[in-house]
């Protein structure tokens, strides 16, 4: 029971946090911001985070998800109330600051505990069940944002999106104490995080899930811009996130099927390559309906690529870091996360949002390249078991 609390309380600051990201872009806009500006914005949700991920998988180790995650409810409350009550372009910058400072608390505790509810296939099912409601809070925040801007503007929905995060802060502090506490074996606890690192298979998979979490958010970050530079309203792009998200959740659902007759390496190398050629379309497509059919598509392929990035670190960590292990695959994609967005911005403003969907497909493509070797190793690996050899 407590497994499925944790989803929907998951669920619910899904909604809000994916919410804000369109919101924000678009109410910087709003505001006269140009694409260097909102790069910034964006930026800011994951420089904290780059810095304090590490630390929080550590502290998930140490004292248990609970504390926490609780923390990661409130900065989320916090941050969505500031531009209610401080309308400004200034207050924006703030606003993702303490968002993403306090928010990361929240996304590697709660990874770390559902790697820890089972093991093997029971595992990979509580992964596909929680990247379930990770694809619906994907699918309904940018909806939701998108119809409430329309029809109550961006100060009231920034109010709206607060009031989510409300009840899973109430839930972490009355009614979860319940949950487990996972405690970090001592030997394990002491050793600096850089070991992580030297473990090879761990490190392709923190570089591979950097990628993946970079597709995703470039995503998030420029179809509001492209779809603004193509006079589409608010509502409307809304709607074509949903297509994308849509998708996401179908493959969710599907993938622990497709792990098992290949392998979580086998099913990411593929999804991978199919969202690299499907990325090279964006800037040639202006036709909302053509919109919305590749955004669709390039949901089939990214659609389980985050859950299955999150079982592979999570199954190569060693004992007792698991927690750490999610905080240095947070880290990784932070840093990406915070260079791209003020290098791709800066490309925007010069030569338009082309570049960035072509640097997009770029990089997951090199994802697809970074897990074939892997790909290739359970292909042979499950061939020797078939024929006994």
């Known amino acids: 029971m407590i497994f499925y609390l944790v989803i929907i309380a998951t669920l619910i600051n899904q909604i809000a946090f994916k919410g804000s990201k369109v919101l924000m872009s678009l109410y910087a806009m709003n505001l006269g ?3 260097f500006i909102v790069g910034v914005l964006i930026s800011l949700y994951s420089l904290f985070p780059l810095f304090l991920a590490v630390y929080a998988g550590r502290l998930s180790d140490r004292l248990g998800p609970r504390i926490p995650m609780l923390l990661g409810s ?4 916090g941050g969505l109330l500031l531009p209610f009550l401080l309308p400004r372009l200034a207050t924006l910058l703030v606003s993702a600051a303490i968002i993403g400072c306090l928010y990361i608390f929240y996304t590697v505790s709660v990874q770390h505990l559902i790697g820890s509810f089972g093991s093997g296939e029971q595992r990979t099912r509580n992964f596909s069940t929680f990247s379930l409601g990770v694809a619906v809070s994907a699918m309904f925040g940018p909806t939701l944002a998108g119809f409430s801007i329309d029809l109550a503007g961006y100060e009231l929905t920034y109010l709206i999106l607060a009031l989510f995060p409300a ?28 070991d992580l690192l030297r473990n090879v298979p761990l490190r392709r998979a923190l570089v591979t899930a950097g990628v993946i979490e970079t597709g995703l958010e470039l995503f998030n970050f420029y179809m ?23 998708a996401m959740l179908l493959m969710r659902i599907a993938m622990p099927i497709m792990v098992r007759r290949s392998s979580e390496e086998t099913t990411l190398f593929g999804s991978l390559g199919l969202a690299a050629a499907i990325c090279v379309l964006f800037p040639f497509v202006s036709d909302v309906y053509l919109l919305v059919g590749i955004s669709f598509v390039l949901g089939l392929g990214l659609g389980c690529c985050s859950p299955l990035s999150l079982i592979i670190t ?5 004992d007792g870091r698991s927690g750490e292990a ?22 925007g ?9 072509w640097l997009n497909s770029l990089m997951l493509a090199s994802g697809a390249y ?4 892997d790909a290739l190793l359970r292909v042979k690996a499950r061939q020797a078991d078939q024929t006994g050899v």
């Open 167 to 194: 009840a899973p802060a109430v839930f972490f502090m009355f009614f979860a104490r319940e949950l487990p506490r996972a405690e970090a074996a001592n030997q394990q606890a002491q050793k600096h995080t850089i």
């Open 349 to 357: 403003s010069a030569f338009g949002v082309g570049p960035a969907f």
């Open 74 to 77: 409130l900065g989320l409350a």
């Open 33 to 35: 911001a140009d694409p």
């Open 314 to 318: 999570y199954n190569r960590a060693p």
């Open 326 to 347: 999610m905080g240095m695959r947070q880290t990784v994609n932070k840093f990406i996360q915070v260079l791209l967005p003020l290098i791709v911005g800066t490309l």
């Open 370 to 373: 970074i897990m074939k070797a």
């Open 224 to 246: 509001p811009i492209y779809g603004h530079s193509l006079g589409l309203s608010a509502s409307v792009i809304g709607i074509i996130m949903g297509a994308f998200a849509a």
